[in-house]
């Protein structure tokens, strides 16, 4: 490696530290202040069925991930549904190769006093696994899809709510 290489990564690695702090979150403290506190205000209907438990807990997780439980003064209700499709099925044994889950949440923000309704809105995901001629298997697969489904459900559903309590503040 030659000296000019060398100093060409070391002004590459200099510039990425210059600007390293330079970046910030859309939806953090510095550039809404309050917002964190307005999201930990939020409280979390529950959810019926085993994926909407999954979809509760990490709404909770993110939107109060500190453990506080300041008095609500915002309701996010969630009404999810959740179908299976087998788009592929094998011809020697006549099951499916591989099954589609698709989660969709319809979910309100409302005030708690007076009920106004802040934001209504959908949310949907997709996972895919494979399914096998195990029972266990293929039991385990479609619960894991389930979680990832929550995940994503809840990650879309939390910067919905934080630009809604970003522009009221």
Same mark, same amino acid.
């Given at each position: 490696?030659?000296?000019?290489? =060398?100093?060409?990564?070391?002004? &590459?690695?200099a510039?990425?530290? @210059?600007?390293?702090?330079?970046?910030?979150?859309?939806?953090?403290?510095?550039? $809404?202040?309050?917002l964190?506190?307005?999201? =930990?205000? +939020?409280?979390?209907?529950?959810?019926?069925?085993?994926?909407? $438990?999954?979809?509760?807990?990490?709404?909770?997780?993110?939107?109060?991930?500190?453990?506080?439980?300041?008095? @609500?003064?915002?309701?996010?209700?969630?009404?999810?549904? %959740?179908? /299976?499709?087998?788009?592929?099925?094998?011809? %020697?044994i006549?099951t499916?190769?591989? @099954?589609?889950?698709?989660?969709?949440? =319809?979910?309100?923000?409302?005030?708690?006093?007076?009920g106004a +309704?802040?934001?209504?809105?959908? &949310?949907? /995901?997709?996972?895919?696994?494979?399914?096998?001629?195990?029972?266990?298997?293929?039991?385990?697969?479609a619960?894991? &899809?389930?979680?990832?489904?929550?995940?994503?459900? @809840?990650?879309?559903i939390?910067? =919905?709510?934080?630009?809604?309590?970003?522009?009221?503040?």
């Amino acid at each position: 490696m030659s000296w000019f290489d =060398r100093a060409r990564a070391a002004a &590459a690695l200099a510039v990425a530290l @210059a600007l390293g702090g330079c970046f910030q979150p859309l939806y953090g403290e510095a550039a $809404h202040p309050g917002l964190v506190e307005k999201m =930990r205000e +939020v409280e979390v209907a529950p959810i019926p069925e085993r994926i909407g $438990h999954y979809l509760g807990d990490n709404l909770i997780a993110k939107m109060n991930g500190s453990g506080e439980t300041p008095p @609500a003064k915002y309701r996010l209700t969630i009404k999810l549904t %959740q179908s /299976s499709q087998t788009p592929t099925v094998d011809s %020697q044994i006549n099951t499916a190769d591989s @099954a589609t889950v698709v989660g969709i949440a =319809r979910f309100d923000l409302t005030k708690i006093e007076g009920g106004a +309704v802040l934001y209504s809105g959908t &949310a949907t /995901s997709a996972a895919v696994y494979d399914r096998t001629l195990q029972a266990y298997a293929d039991l385990r697969a479609a619960r894991d &899809a389930e979680i990832r489904i929550a995940r994503a459900l @809840a990650d879309e559903i939390e910067l =919905r709510v934080a630009a809604t309590l970003g522009e009221k503040s």
